[in-house]
């Protein structure tokens, strides 16, 4: 197996999860409003200092990992998780029906620490980020495995970057986009995605517990 099969596969699988919309995506496109393209980097950060002990994990307990993620401590996670995000979903809310006069440079989310955090919970407590690295991830984890550890570092290397400039994109056209719209544009945003993420959450518990999905 060569590094270059290794980098190649994991550049096709990885835009199935790093780009796929999700609550981490709405939040930091709120959290981009104020800090554009560099809450965006904040966030990736807070979701890598979760996602590489994770992968390293997974590459030598995988079977472990699956097993308490099928168990009720998954449940629990899933719980965990959708609480977070409707706190998060109902604090936007909260934002887009408040200060009407409030200026464009005052608004958004501010702060590097929020972003990180919001970065590290929405990822740890998201089942489905979590299963796609025992499933379509798992797949790349075991071909970087045919090379070595050294593999595991390459094809997480492969993957990150993805995250990196993709959440840097998002959280700049948050902040480019209330640039030409103002407060307003800003207060409906917030509304929207408040909305959204209290959807995803109900969604989330309802295809863990019943199987039934509203996507």
């Keep these: 197996m060569s590094i270059y099969t290794v980098v ?3 550049l096709i699988a990885s835009p199935s999860g790093a780009l796929s919309p999700g609550p981490l995506t709405f ?4 959290l981009g409003v104020n800090g554009g393209w560099r809450k965006g980097v904040y966030v990736a950060l807070g979701h890598m200092s979760f996602e590489l ?3 390293v994990l997974i590459a030598f307990a995988m079977n472990t990992i699956r097993d308490i993620l099928s168990s009720f401590i998954g449940d629990i996670i899933t719980v965990a998780g959708v609480g977070v995000l409707m706190f998060f979903a109902l604090s936007l809310i909260r934002e887009s029906l408040s200060n009407p006069k409030v200026g464009t440079r005052d608004i958004g989310v501010k702060g590097t620490s929020n972003a990180f ?8 407590l998201n089942i489905f980020f979590l299963l796609w690295w025992l499933s379509i991830g798992f797949s ?5 495995l045919e090379i070595g550890f ?3 570092i390459i094809m ?3 993957h990150i970057w993805i995250d990196f400039l993709w959440l840097s994109m998002i959280a700049e056209a948050g902040k480019r986009g209330i640039a030409i719209t103002g407060r307003k544009g800003y207060r409906v945003m ?11 959450g109900i969604n989330i518990l309802m295809k863990r517990f019943t199987s039934i999905s509203l996507l």
Excluded: R
């Design 8 to 10: 190649i596969q994991t």
């Design 53 to 55: 002990p994770y992968v």
């Design 140 to 144: 790349l984890i075991l071909l970087a």
């Design 190 to 200: 917030l509304m929207v995605f408040g909305i959204l993420l209290l959807f995803l």
């Design 117 to 124: 955090v919001i970065g590290f919970l929405f990822t740890s």
């Design 150 to 152: 050294i593999g595991v």
């Design 156 to 158: 997480f290397l492969s």
């Design 27 to 30: 939040a930091t496109i709120a």
